[in-house]
């Protein structure tokens, strides 16, 4: 039997969260957390730890080898964006346009499901949400109850359309649907451990381990079996589930990824993963699921909260607020406007530059480059155009359209750079492919120098600034930016300090 502590009930007055149990739940639960990063061979593909990994060259190329793996390469994997609605005739619909909202946290493909007549019905398609849905498949989504992805994979190939969510299965008891951001640490030994049980999978996504586990599960009612499964799965998740009648949102208990709840004046509720879903479709944000948290909508939006035990303390990803969300949202209580432009403020602080103004590399360093420049006083120019019709480079599976993809969405404004020294700042570099073509860009349009600057630290790269070809490379360190972020965040992807290592399976059925 899984061990819950119920955490408040609001059956009777289901839109009101007591302080009471916002405060029961916000207590600090200390636990042993930060492990030393393992990437010792036998961990094979487990040592993609926490909720993402940057692997070694062994593990590289282990990961090259198995036919699961070979689209992925030293990227952060980490985004896909999730939705709920129950509650509203047009279910499908809003979770449309939350799934538009999200499209920036995953272009690989996207889905709905919902409920009619007791039957979950799923739309699913490889692309953006816009190629794959329009009115006529909306049209076949009815119910006032829906779920979305949008999806950039972590784990199982990235243009498989079995892979994309939300997956849906049927069971003994029913039928379930499932949307999931994050990564599974403990996927593998999960999905040997079923299979050696016989279990047949159905796709190469982590993800599918969690209907597997649910369907097994011998605990009682619904909401139990969930639980029970959040016990046995290690890593990132913030997921909705729909059945028959009910919407369940749950958060990993440390909150790696952003989760928030919302309300429709109508009552419906609404989950997703940022505010700014939440905003489109006129939903008032109520509060973030917290880390840990199983919230259970029912046919009559009644709703209780469940808190997973043992509770951790928050290890919120800090590349939400560097990279991944959009600035208008407000993601773990922090605005990520906010957090960017003092990280530009800072890195202004900590690395000027002789220049005659201050350009960003949009989209995502635009808030930063505010930031630096205001601090710096200098002006800010719009040294580069983004077009409008390509999406986010860095999450596009692969390194020869990523190539492409930057020079076919940045272009530079030769009126504004001739003769000029400029400071470009960015959010972040990982691989250095924008850096490296932006600077060829600004010199090829008559910059005279170009000094670079990263509102975080750098990830891996050597040698960086000779490669990219900038006259300065100047980055905000890692003690700076936990001096913004504080504490409960996890900063793995810089110091290595992963919160979760797999632990071995300790159950059977
Ligand atoms: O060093 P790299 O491997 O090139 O990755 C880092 C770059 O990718 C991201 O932008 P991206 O184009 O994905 O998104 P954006 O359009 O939202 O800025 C990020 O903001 C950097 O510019
Ligand atoms: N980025 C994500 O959250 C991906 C979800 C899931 N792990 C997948 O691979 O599809
Ligand atoms: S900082 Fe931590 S949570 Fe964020 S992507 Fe890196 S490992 Fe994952
Ligand atoms: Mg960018």
Redesign the pocket.
Known sequence: MARIQIFSSFTEKPHVFSSHSFSSFTRPYYFPVHFKTNTSKSLKFQSKISCAYKPTLNSASEINSNENFNEIDDKLREECGVAGIYGDPEASRLCYLALHALQ?RGQEGAGIVTVHDNILKSITGLGLVSEVFNESKLDQLHGNLSIGHVRYSTSGSSSVLKNIQPFVASYRFGSVGIAHNGNLVNYNLLRNFLEERGSIFNTSSDTEVILHLIAKSKARPFILRIIDTCEKIQGAYSMVFITEDKLVAVRDPYGFRPLVMGRRSNGAYVFASETCALDLVDATFEREVYPGEVIVVEKDLSVQSFCLMPRRDRKACVFEHI?FSLPNSVVFGLSVYQARSEFGKILAMESPAECDFVIA?????VVAALGYASEAGKSFELGLI?SHYVG????EPTQGI?DIAVEL?LAPVKAVIEGKNVVVV??????????KKIVKLLKEAGAKEVHMRIATDILSVEQLCDSIGADSLAFLPLEKLKNVMGDGYCYACFDGKYPVLPQPVEWDY
């Open positions: 920036h990279y590399v949009p989209y995502s360093g983004r986010r480079t860095f999450i990523r969405k960015d959010d972040s570099i990982v691989r250095g492919t924008t850096s």
